[in-house]
């Protein structure tokens, strides 16, 4: 186990006993959703894992020490200090953890501190991605990288059309990385089921992604996987006004001149502005409905690898 590491006590007895846990981050609380909104969402979603038979670990950084596995005071502390605590990336991590700082942790900085506890399967609301414009800004999200490098697979709806989805899956598929959709054949677009996009892969059941994800790591690849789940239909937005409000949210951005690690959070706080509760109520939903999915993903894995290991001991 990595010295800098802290399980909960919870966490630890599940990974101990090889049960299924879900990874779950913390710059959705701080960065993706208003208070309280953020905290009650994080503790709704952890309590989805939980019904569906798997451990929630919220990841975070907390005064130095990677954490998988809050309190319900450390989940709060994140959320009410919204913007103001440091949303954490790879890059970020060692000089916060040098500080003894304290952070919120983005999909790629989860997926890190999943991997270092062993944890496979993670879920979230959308990952980041290749920015609009980015041909001139390079603002690529080290989420893609990570996925490209860690093997962990992300359960998400996709991500917003603040960025250039189509773009995204270029890059993902540039770095090998499978992009599999639960009952769809078509790249979600978080708020929206349906960005247009096709994907090379459908899947139905969750032991059909736990044996993608076997598979892809039984080959020695060190990678991740993505699984898009589509918002639930009767929690989807309208495209027109969702569509709008990121417009807006854009050239709002563009017009205060942001870059680095600013974009993504100045997009989320301006489009759940201009999209006001509608967007919200849809965000809770699609987080929830893929805590439900991570978890029963992370059961069907554990289950097969339950199953080879005692092949192997027979
Ligand atoms: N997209 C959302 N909600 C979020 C994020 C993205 O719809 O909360 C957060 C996630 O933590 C993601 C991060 O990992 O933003 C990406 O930031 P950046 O684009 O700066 O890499
Ligand atoms: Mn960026």
């Not at 992300?154 to 989805?165: E, F, H, P, Q, R």
Request: hydrophobic share 50%; net charge neutral.
């Amino acid at each position: 186990m990595n010295p800098l590491l802290d399980l909960s006590p919870e966490v630890a007895a599940a990974l101990a006993d090889q049960r299924p846990v879900v990874a779950l981050e913390s710059t959705i609380i701080s960065h993706g959703m208003p208070w309280p909104q953020n905290a009650e969402t994080a503790l709704a979603v952890e309590a989805e894992v939980r019904a569906h038979g798997a451990v929630p670990a919220t990841v975070a950084v907390i005064d130095g020490r990677l954490k998988a596995g809050l309190s319900r005071e450390q989940i709060e502390r994140l959320g009410r200090s919204g913007g103001e605590v440091a949303k954490v990336s790879r890059r970020d991590m060692g000089l916060l953890v040098a500080r003894g700082g304290t952070g919120a942790t983005t999909v790629a900085a989860t997926m890190i501190v999943a991997a270092l506890a062993g944890i496979r399967v993670f879920a979230t609301g959308g990952i980041g991605g290749v920015h609009r414009g980015a041909e001139t800004s390079f603002d690529i999200s080290a989420d893609l990288q990570e996925l490209a490098r860690t093997p962990v697979a992300v359960v998400c709806a996709g991500a917003k059309s603040i960025l250039d989805l189509r773009l995204t899956l270029e890059y993902l598929e540039t770095h090998g990385v499978p992009v599999l959709g639960y009952r769809t054949r078509r790249l979600p677009a978080f708020f929206t089921r349906d960005s247009g996009l096709d994907l090379d892969a459908q899947l139905d059941e969750p032991a059909d992604l736990a044996r993608v994800m076997k598979a892809q790591w039984a080959l020695g690849f060190t990678g991740g996987i993505v699984v898009a789940n589509p918002i639930p239909a009767e929690h989807a937005l309208p495209t027109e006004a969702v569509d709008r409000a990121i417009e807006q949210a854009l050239a709002d951005a563009q017009a205060q001149g942001l870059s680095g690690k600013a974009v993504t959070p100045f997009l989320l706080a301006r489009v759940n502005a201009l999209t006001g509760g509608v967007s919200l109520a849809g965000n809770i939903q699609l987080v929830l409905n893929n805590a439900r999915l991570a978890a029963r993903v992370a059961v069907a894995y554990s289950a097969l690898s339950c199953a080879s290991a005692c092949d192997r001991a027979s």
